[in-house]
């Protein structure tokens, strides 16, 4: 029967493509395997947050609102203003806040709800950064978009210039993701980038998207979001973060990637948007998942801590790694991104060899212009605690 075709210029996710690369190649016996390709933190969640849901039954028995609660909305707005020393009510928990079950819907849906027919008369162009989170090309391919595919590369620091781009792509952009600190490269946008990231959107009229998922895990001076860089250009009261949209999660900052728990924060005119298009298709937080996320958002102590033992694991990535494969210590996140030559080749070697499960930077990027960012890469999540981290180390320096 006919089916959706857009579907097919999506392709395969990144690791359904590693599944079919490894194929029946099995780790070595009596070898522990150790997964690095996936950004699933391995960290143990704060107590309170089990003790808050246990707290919660009750609201089991109910469909929780589609924009959530109002607690919920409050704490959010909350930790943006503390976060990033918003004026005090220039993000308003009641039109510019909504609780989502994790951005990943968010990210995709925001799409949809956002990207017009035409752009300027023409079809309209969604930006992302080369490589890039999937979502983001799934998003707009499915939005109707052309997406184009900006470089991030050692050449820029990692990070996508969209005001370089020529007129005639930004008079389509409809919409732009951006991720800082970046997805995989950890890189991290100064304020003037985030600056310019918000006039340009204003100048041409498109939606900016500022993925902050990672944005609590950095190893210096806290990374800009987008609402500060909006602060920053005088934003405050109604119309703030005009053309700007924020999201954030609970997985990465609170080690809580069962939770499914993030919020959409930003231009009131496109949270309503957004809101009318959940109402047909989205799948709101339950009840006591709103309030575990309400404790986990109105807490820093277990963010510290959290943080502290990813830099750890960045000292002893530095002991073994540091002079190989052009090995870097990132600004924030919590990945490895190492030039190995061939990444599909070094993936069935690590795994085969030493049972160490990494993913290629090539399926996390796309070719384009003849440029593919991703080719030569690896990809390592460092989720795991100190010790298996140093061993899966360890033993990629004796294969590779």
Known sequence: MPLNARMDAVGDYPF??????????????????IPLSLGEPQHAPPAFLAETVARETAGWSKYPPMRGTEPARAA???????????????????TMVIPVSGTREALFMIALAAVPGTKNGKKPVVLMPNPFYQVYLGAAVMAGAEPVFVPADSENGFL??????????????????????????GAI????????????????DFLLISDECYSELYYGAPPTGGAEACAALGDDGPGAMRNVVVMNSLSKRSSAPGLRSGFVAGDANLIKRFSRLRDYGGAPPPLPLLAAASALWSDEEHVVANRALYAEKYVVAEEILGGKYGYYSPAGGFYLWLAVGDGEAAARALWGDAGVRVIPGEYLAREADGHHPGAGYIRLALVHDLETTRDALTRITKVL
């Not at 969209?162 to 970046?182: G, K, M, N, Q, V």
């Open 16 to 33: 359904d493509r590693l599944r079919a690369l490894l194929g029946a190649l099995e780790p070595p016996t009596g070898v522990t395997p």
């Open 76 to 94: 959010i707005a909350g930790w943006l203003t503390r976060r990033y020393g918003l004026p005090e009510n220039m993000v308003d928990p009641e």
């Open 160 to 185: 996508p210039d969209f005001a370089s781009l020529p007129e005639d792509i930004l008079e389509r952009t409809a919409l732009a993701y951006y991720c800082s600190p970046a997805n995989p490269q």
């Open 189 to 204: 946008a100064p304020m003037e980038t985030m600056k310019t990231l918000v006039n340009l959107a204003r100048q041409h």
